[in-house]
């Protein structure tokens, strides 16, 4: 139960209780004098050492002094009392601050956030400050502080509440703690006896409280408290400060909040002994170390005591489902390269892979796991879903290749939780495997971070072994899972840990999903080309790859974020974008030239294919990592149209009135579309609260969508492709469509220009082929998964909404079809319908999510039953066009001789010399094939993901398993 549903329980069904609360925690803290404040207020952050002094202003108790995300200096000041001894200094404010003494040194920090766990503080809306100095009897310090919302979200304003100098009766604060422990007991626990017991300690404490005697209450409560569990269940309790890199608040404040999460961890283990801290995201360590570097030195004792704990090796947290298979594996790369030369961790100490909030997880992230060193997975976001509830919370999760990974779900669903005796019993009352004895419980305020504090510590103290509880005892994760690696773990779960829910992230924000897919191929180009090269792409590289990394984190690249992360993400994808263009250009320079017009490909499958230089057509032939010249073509007579139809001589394709293909007939005559193809439809997509940027209704399709009508329509041939341009226009939707042909091939292309301003609508285009069959082939992260396309049971209806990445396919015994797409991952694929979701139009958290221009293509390619490779070539033809350059000739440099592996990326090797070749095998049987490579080198090595050499690879014959990631090291 959070806080705001345990207090008004409180207040409305126990009046009396909640009184009796609040009244002790009113002789806590008695004010001895009040201190003065002054402010500085500005936008955006200003550094400690460049305040302007004199620019302070004089701020009053309970005056507001800023919106949502504006910042300010609090100076404060006063002096001590005569004969006043043990004082505390007491802050208030709505919003967060990091306190720094007069000299700068970072000191504590403050918040006031609501959490929807959080029980009640003792300060109420003050928080002590921990290391101000009052032995001068001055005081003097100051706040950073801010204002990011109420319950995170952007409503209210900031506040000054005041500043005060106070003494604290420990008596009393600790009779607080113990009250309150016991009556969330008393509300939760479901043995009638304990309930009883508790609150007749409860009333009978209370009365000896009001009459002055807080020893006496504290003694009563004391037979309660020492009463010892007699549960054999154990919880490992971890402290963490779950902090998302950007969310409801741009990423500048996540630099601040890191810094003032890691100030009260650090504080904390100073003075709790059996207390550890986790956290999980190198990224927020790396800004540590730029801006706090006093502060990083603090959590590099810390990690080397074993007080703090890294959890994880991913860069952050990232969402699993969008991001290419290479880009996570340098999550793991780059974040453990961070974490092994500033901490100096070992391979032992990295074997958790540490993602709770994460929208769901691909098939294949199990070898992708393995192979970056991460046996053991921790999340709790299938604890979401909203139709079926998944089965395990501690199991095995073998990937689509195999690989497996052990799992745990802390069982009360929550990264956030408080600790609370409801907090535990509900862990174990939704606990599958609670018979195992054990489980994780992750305590601590977050999402916007913090961690744990006050009331987090002085519950979870009381309940290390208290009666009607499981106990409770400090441990890291890590120690956690090597204990359960010990315990026989009875169940596995094969394939992708699918979330009932989100599923709206797929499609929200779509030009970061189509930056995102750009930039991860201009990447694979220049590593690519920097090999052919010989140029040292490191360094150069490092930075925009961290970025890209970042911006893949799961609340950025889903479009779950506010609208300044939005902005901020696209400007990043763009600059980048910018500077890789540079680099590609400097680098085929210095590649061997010749004359003429040529193609350079970038993949590892041969391509022959028309392409338009400067207004000409020319053929492109060139192998796999080769350039070669492109050859002037002349014209194409059996490219024809006429006004319902468009014909390449392969595929001859007829238009309805509305502008979808009604038939799509093949040289063998063959029908290819049982219904329409490439129907534009409009449906309803409603506010789903509070996740409108996540979420699509689960009954979308039961309504019936608008259908566009095509206006305006002109045919006409353009070198090697006929086109048909089709316009769709409403009154807050324009549509350009140019729907291609090109000679001898069998894809039809959709190039797509919209200028979007729907509100609560969402775009897809549908498609209802002849050939379909009861499952669909999803590519994923180096592979592709195989998911059902009937709605028998709920797990299948739940499923009506799922992510892929360039292609889906479904056949039946006389055919495939399969939708194709270059930036694009919404997808709908069932009874009979293949939908493609093009856009959506939430408002919250960002109003204007979606609204403006957007340029996509997406395209489908009829195929034979059972030869997906053909499929698989047209995805990376569409994502990764021709090369176009002057002059630039080299025969192919890397190959390989079966069409269903694939070589996926070609970099400088991490450490030392050497070049690495990432290859998979696409099509999910056994195969063995010869690499071939021009590239110079003495011996060739097999190595995991992290590049870490495993032993000679023989290049005439690699053997590959379904789906399996082979890297092989080229050295010397």
Same mark, same amino acid.
């Given at each position: 139960?959070?806080?705001?549903?345990?207090?008004?329980?409180?207040?409305?069904?126990?009046?009396?209780?909640?009184?009796?609360?609040?009244?002790?925690?009113?002789?806590?803290?008695?004010?001895?004098?009040?201190?003065?404040?002054?402010?500085?207020?500005?936008?955006?952050?200003?550094?400690?050492?460049?305040?302007?002094?004199?620019?302070?202003?004089?701020?009053?108790?309970?005056?507001?002094?800023?919106?949502?995300?504006?910042?300010?200096?609090?100076?404060?000041?006063?002096?001590?009392?005569?004969?006043?001894?043990?004082?505390?200094?007491?802050?208030?404010?709505?919003?967060?601050?990091?306190?720094?003494?007069?000299?700068?040194?970072?000191?504590?920090?403050?918040?006031?956030?609501?959490?929807?766990?959080?029980?009640?503080?003792?300060?109420?809306?003050?928080?002590?400050?921990?290391?101000?100095?009052?032995?001068?009897?001055?005081?003097?310090?100051?706040?950073?502080?801010?204002?990011?919302?109420?319950?995170?979200?952007?409503?209210?304003?900031?506040?000054?509440?005041?500043?005060?100098?106070?003494?604290? !009766?420990?008596?009393?604060?600790?009779?607080?703690? !113990?009250?309150?422990?016991?009556?969330?007991?008393?509300?939760?626990?479901?043995?009638?006896?304990?309930?009883?017991?508790?609150?007749?300690?409860?009333?009978?404490?209370?009365?000896?409280?009001?009459?002055?005697?807080?020893?006496?209450?504290?003694?009563?409560?004391?037979?309660?408290?020492?009463?010892?569990?007699?549960?054999?269940?154990?919880?490992?309790?971890?402290?963490?400060?779950?902090?998302?890199?950007?969310?409801?608040?741009?990423?500048?404040?996540?630099?601040?909040?890191?810094?003032?999460?890691?100030?009260?961890?650090?504080?904390?283990?100073?003075?709790?002994?059996?207390?550890?801290?986790?956290?999980?995201?190198?990224?927020?360590?790396?800004?540590?170390?730029?801006?706090?570097?006093?502060?990083?030195?603090?959590?590099?004792?810390?990690?080397?005591?074993?007080?703090?704990?890294?959890?994880?090796?991913?860069?952050?947290?990232?969402?699993?489902?969008?991001?290419?298979?290479?880009?996570?594996?340098?999550?793991?790369?780059?974040?453990?390269?961070?974490?092994?030369?500033?901490?100096?961790?070992?391979?032992?100490?990295?074997?958790?892979?540490?993602?709770?909030?994460?929208?769901?997880?691909?098939?294949?992230?199990?070898?992708?796991?393995?192979?970056?060193?991460?046996?053991?997975?921790?999340?709790?976001?299938?604890?979401?879903?909203?139709?079926?509830?998944?089965?395990?919370?501690?199991?095995?999760?073998?990937?689509?290749?195999?690989?497996?990974?052990?799992?745990?779900?802390?069982?009360?669903?929550?990264?956030?939780?408080?600790?609370?005796?409801?907090?535990?019993?509900?862990?174990?009352?939704?606990?599958?495997?609670?018979?195992?004895?054990?489980?994780? %419980?992750?305590?601590?305020?977050?999402?916007?971070?913090?961690?744990?504090?006050?009331?987090?510590?002085?519950?979870?103290?009381?309940?290390?072994?208290?009666?009607?509880?499981?106990?409770?005892?400090?441990?890291?994760?890590?120690?956690?899972?090597?204990?359960?690696?010990?315990?026989?773990?009875?169940?596995?779960?094969?394939?992708?840990?699918?979330?009932?829910?989100?599923?709206?992230?797929?499609?929200?924000?779509?030009?970061?999903?189509?930056?995102?897919?750009?930039?991860?191929?201009?990447?694979?180009?220049?590593? $690519?080309?920097?090999?052919?090269?010989?140029?040292?792409?490191?360094?150069?590289?490092?930075?925009?790859?961290?970025?890209?990394?970042?911006?893949?984190?799961?609340?950025?690249?889903?479009?779950?974020?506010?609208?300044?992360?939005?902005?901020?993400?696209?400007?990043?994808?763009?600059?980048?974008?910018?500077?890789?263009?540079?680099?590609?250009?400097?680098?085929?320079?210095?590649?061997?030239?010749?004359?003429?017009?040529?193609?350079?490909?970038?993949?590892?499958?041969?391509?022959?294919?028309?392409?338009?230089?400067?207004?000409?057509?020319?053929?492109?032939?060139?192998?796999?990592?080769?350039?070669?010249?492109?050859?002037?073509?002349?014209?194409?007579?059996?490219?024809?149209?006429?006004?319902?139809?468009?014909?390449?001589?392969?595929?001859?394709?007829?238009?309805?009135?509305?502008?979808?293909?009604?038939?799509?007939?093949?040289?063998?005559?063959?029908?290819?579309?049982?219904?329409?193809?490439?129907?534009?439809?409009?449906?309803?997509?409603?506010?789903?609260?509070?996740?409108? $940027?996540?979420?699509?209704?689960?009954?979308?399709?039961?309504?019936?969508?608008?259908?566009?009508? $095509?206006?305006?329509?002109?045919?006409?041939?353009?070198?090697?492709?006929?086109?048909?341009?089709?316009?769709?226009?409403?009154?807050?939707?324009?549509?350009?469509?140019?729907?291609?042909?090109?000679?001898?091939?069998?894809?039809?292309?959709?190039?797509?220009?919209?200028?979007?301003?729907?509100?609560?609508?969402?775009?897809?285009?549908?498609?209802?082929?002849?050939?379909?069959?009861?499952?669909?082939?999803?590519?994923?992260?180096?592979?592709?998964?195989?998911?059902?396309?009937?709605?028998?049971?709920?797990?299948?209806?739940?499923?009506?909404?799922?992510?892929?990445?360039?292609?889906?396919?479904?056949?039946?015994?006389?055919?495939?079809?399969?939708?194709?797409?270059?930036?694009?991952?919404?997808?709908?694929?069932?009874?009979? %319908?293949?939908?493609?979701?093009?856009?959506?139009?939430?408002?919250?958290?960002?109003?204007?999510?979606?609204?403006?221009?957007?340029?996509?293509?997406?395209?489908?390619?009829?195929?034979?039953?059972?030869?997906?490779?053909?499929?698989?070539?047209?995805?990376?033809? %569409?994502?990764?066009?021709?090369?176009?350059?002057?002059?630039?000739?080299?025969?192919?440099?890397?190959?390989?001789?079966?069409?269903?592996?694939?070589?996926?990326?070609?970099?400088?090797?991490?450490?030392?010399?050497?070049?690495?070749?990432?290859?998979?095998?696409?099509?999910?049987?056994?195969?063995?094939?010869?690499?071939?490579?021009?590239?110079?080198?003495?011996?060739?090595?097999?190595?995991?993901?992290?590049?870490?050499?495993?032993?000679? $690879?023989?290049?005439?014959?690699?053997?590959?398993?379904?789906?399996?990631?082979?890297?092989?090291?080229?050295?010397?």
């Amino acid at each position: 139960m959070g806080f705001a549903s345990w207090l008004f329980g409180l207040k409305v069904q126990q009046p009396a209780e909640y009184q009796r609360l609040m009244r002790i925690r009113r002789t806590i803290y008695t004010r001895v004098a009040p201190l003065r404040a002054e402010i500085l207020r500005s936008p955006e952050p200003i550094r400690f050492d460049e305040i302007d002094r004199s620019a302070f202003t004089p701020i009053r108790p309970g005056a507001a002094w800023g919106k949502v995300f504006d910042c300010a200096w609090l100076r404060i000041t006063g002096e001590v009392p005569e004969g006043v001894r043990d004082a505390v200094v007491l802050l208030g404010i709505r919003g967060e601050g990091l306190v720094h003494s007069p000299r700068g040194e970072l000191l504590d920090s403050v918040s006031t956030v609501f959490q929807q766990g959080d029980l009640p503080h003792s300060g109420g809306r003050y928080r002590p400050v921990r290391g101000v100095d009052l032995t001068s009897g001055h005081v003097e310090f100051y706040a950073d502080v801010t204002y990011n919302g109420w319950i995170l979200y952007e409503v209210g304003k900031a506040v000054y509440h005041g500043a005060q100098l106070a003494t604290r !009766d420990d008596e009393a604060y600790a009779l607080y703690y !113990d009250y309150l422990t016991l009556l969330v007991l008393a509300g939760a626990t479901e043995d009638p006896a304990v309930e009883a017991d508790v609150r007749e300690a409860l009333r009978d404490a209370y009365a000896r409280f009001v009459t002055g005697d807080v020893a006496a209450a504290r003694e009563h409560l004391a037979g309660q408290l020492t009463r010892p569990s007699d549960s054999d269940f154990v919880y490992s309790a971890v402290g963490h400060g779950h902090l998302d890199m950007a969310w409801l608040w741009p990423l500048r404040e996540t630099r601040r909040k890191a810094a003032r999460t890691y100030v009260r961890a650090l504080n904390t283990i100073e003075t709790r002994g059996d207390y550890i801290y986790g956290t999980s995201q190198p990224q927020q360590m790396s800004w540590m170390k730029q801006n706090q570097p006093v502060l990083f030195e603090r959590m590099r004792r810390a990690v080397a005591d074993g007080r703090m704990e890294i959890q994880g090796s991913f860069w952050v947290e990232p969402d699993t489902n969008l991001p290419s298979g290479e880009s996570l594996v340098r999550q793991a790369v780059v974040g453990r390269r961070f974490l092994q030369e500033e901490f100096g961790l070992t391979d032992e100490q990295l074997r958790l892979c540490w993602l709770p909030d994460t929208f769901g997880y691909n098939g294949n992230l199990p070898q992708i796991l393995k192979g970056t060193g991460m046996d053991w997975f921790q999340t709790i976001k299938l604890a979401w879903n909203k139709v079926n509830d998944f089965p395990h919370r501690t199991f095995h999760w073998k990937g689509i290749d195999g690989s497996s990974v052990l799992v745990h779900m802390p069982p009360e669903g929550d990264y956030n939780s408080r600790g609370a005796a409801d907090n535990l019993l509900t862990g174990l009352l939704r606990y599958p495997e609670r018979a195992l004895g054990t489980a994780l %419980l992750v305590y601590g305020s977050g999402d916007g971070g913090g961690g744990p504090g006050e009331i987090h510590h002085e519950v979870i103290d009381r309940e290390a072994s208290l009666r009607g509880l499981p106990k409770v005892e400090h441990s890291s994760a890590s120690d956690f899972f090597r204990r359960l690696e010990r315990i026989d773990v009875e169940h596995t779960h094969s394939g992708e840990l699918y979330l009932e829910t989100h599923q709206g992230t797929y499609t929200t924000q779509g030009q970061i999903k189509r930056h995102n897919r750009l930039v991860e191929r201009k990447l694979h180009e220049v590593e $690519a080309l920097a090999v052919f090269t010989g140029a040292d792409s490191r360094a150069r590289l490092e930075e925009p790859w961290r970025e890209v990394l970042l911006n893949q984190f799961h609340d950025i690249i889903p479009g779950s974020s506010i609208a300044r992360v939005n902005r901020e993400a696209i400007a990043t994808y763009e600059r980048i974008e910018s500077t890789l263009d540079r680099y590609r250009d400097e680098l085929i320079a210095q590649l061997p030239t010749g004359p003429g017009t040529t193609a350079i490909n970038l993949t590892s499958l041969p391509r022959d294919e028309y392409v338009k230089v400067d207004g000409g057509w020319f053929r492109a032939i060139v192998e796999p990592y080769s350039a070669a010249v492109v050859e002037p073509v002349g014209t194409f007579p059996e490219l024809t149209y006429t006004a319902d139809t468009l014909s390449n001589g392969r595929l001859t394709l007829r238009f309805g009135e509305t502008g979808e293909i009604v038939s799509c007939r093949d040289l063998q005559g063959e029908e290819h579309a049982r219904d329409g193809l490439n129907r534009l439809v409009l449906f309803d997509d409603p506010y789903v609260w509070p996740f409108n $940027a996540w979420d699509i209704r689960v009954d979308y399709a039961e309504s019936t969508p608008t259908t566009l009508r $095509a206006g305006s329509v002109r045919s006409y041939l353009d070198g090697a492709t006929v086109v048909r341009e089709q316009s769709y226009r409403t009154s807050k939707v324009s549509i350009t469509q140019r729907v291609v042909l090109e000679a001898g091939s069998d894809v039809v292309r959709f190039e797509t220009d919209v200028d979007w301003h729907e509100k609560h609508r969402m775009l897809r285009a549908e498609f209802r082929p002849r050939h379909y069959g009861e499952t669909v082939k999803c590519e994923i992260q180096f592979g592709h998964i195989e998911r059902v396309t009937t709605e028998r049971d709920p797990v299948e209806k739940a499923q009506f909404e799922v992510c892929a990445h360039k292609w889906i396919a479904t056949e039946d015994s006389g055919g495939g079809f399969a939708l194709l797409n270059d930036g694009k991952y919404g997808h709908r694929a069932k009874n009979g %319908l293949l939908s493609l979701n093009l856009l959506r139009a939430p408002t919250f958290p960002d109003k204007t999510a979606d609204r403006g221009r957007h340029h996509f293509t997406y395209a489908f390619a009829p195929f034979e039953s059972g030869d997906l490779a053909p499929v698989i070539a047209e995805g990376y033809r %569409l994502n990764n066009p021709l090369t176009i350059a002057q002059g630039t000739v080299f025969e192919s440099l890397i190959g390989v001789d079966d069409p269903g592996v694939l070589v996926e990326t070609v970099k400088r090797a991490e450490n030392g010399d050497g070049v690495v070749l990432r290859l998979y095998e696409s099509l999910g049987r056994p195969t063995t094939t010869v690499l071939r490579t021009a590239l110079p080198h003495a011996v060739a090595l097999t190595t995991n993901l992290l590049e870490v050499p495993a032993g000679e $690879a023989d290049l005439d014959r690699l053997e590959f398993g379904p789906f399996e990631i082979k890297t092989i090291l080229l050295k010397g």
